[in-house]
T-cell receptor
Framework: SAVISQKPSRDICQRGTSLTIQCQVD?????MFWYRQQPGQSLTLIAT?????????ESGFVIDKFPISRPNLTFSTLTVSNMSPEDSSIYLC???????????FGSGTRLTVV | AQSVTQLGSHVSVSEGALVLLRCNYS??????LFWYVQYPNQGLQLLLK??????LVKGINGFEAEFKKSETSFHLTKPSAHMSDAAEYFC????????????FGAGTRLAVHP
């Protein structure tokens, strides 16, 4: 299975600022997925990132707030823009390495907005 | 649209007792199903997966799950709970065919008492 390096692992940010989270995979993957896990909650998919095209966002998430880059088949970034305390969550990237092989997750970025 | 329902947000068992965590899914096509575990302040770890092979799936740490199409269920079991099993467990569903998003249930927090 793929190994994902995600950074930063945690950060404390001031409201109104932006944070970019990086996700590096040790193999080429077609799709990368970004999730948010709010405190005490389950994982909610933010968007799906395909190399060479714009990300596809889920209902309730918009590109202006969560811009995503996917410059190649092993890397993606998620930016949380104009942050507010409500954005305090764990953000995780994920990939599926081949159909049916399961989904691997990064270790997550624990974001606190103050 | 696919969805997952986990019955019971909190389950408490005694050490050595049977663990049963319930998951029901909704899908218009035969799904792929997964169970993940999240230990406190850690990332997600895949416990097991069903991808249309054997309906009884064995995973890590002594867990197993049975896919029952007639009941649209994929319950997770372990014959004898260990203190180290205390964690949050997530059931998730995906559409077969590769590179499709994973949809999570709300999660079940398992507590194990001595």
């Amino acid at each position: 299975s793929a190994v994902i390096s995600q950074k930063p692992s945690r950060d404390i940010c001031q409201r109104g600022t932006s944070l970019t989270i990086q996700c590096q995979v040790d193999s080429q993957v077609t799709m990368m997925f970004w999730y948010r896990q709010q405190p005490g909650q389950s994982l909610t998919l933010i968007a799906t990132a395909n190399q060479g095209s714009e990300a596809t966002y889920e209902s309730g998430f918009v590109i202006d707030k969560f811009p995503i880059s996917r410059p190649n088949l092993t890397f993606s970034t998620l930016t949380v823009s104009n942050m507010s305390p409500e954005d305090s969550s764990i953000y995780l990237c994920s990939v599926e390495v081949g159909a049916g092989y399961g989904y691997t997750f990064g270790s997550g970025t624990r974001l606190t907005v103050v | 649209a696919q969805s997952v329902t986990q019955l019971g947000s909190h389950v408490s068992v005694s050490e050595g007792a049977l663990v049963l965590l319930r998951c029901n899914y909704s899908s218009s096509v035969p799904p792929y199903l997964f169970w993940y575990v999240q230990y406190p302040n850690q990332g997600l770890q895949l416990l097991l997966k069903y991808t249309s092979a054997a309906t009884l799936v064995k995973g890590i740490n002594g867990f197993e799950a049975e896919f029952k199409k007639s009941e649209t269920s994929f319950h997770l079991t372990k014959p004898s709970a260990h203190m180290s099993d205390a964690a949050e467990y997530f059931c998730a569903v995906a559409t077969p065919g590769g590179y499709n998003k994973l949809i999570f249930g709300a999660g079940t927090r398992l507590a194990v008492h001595p």
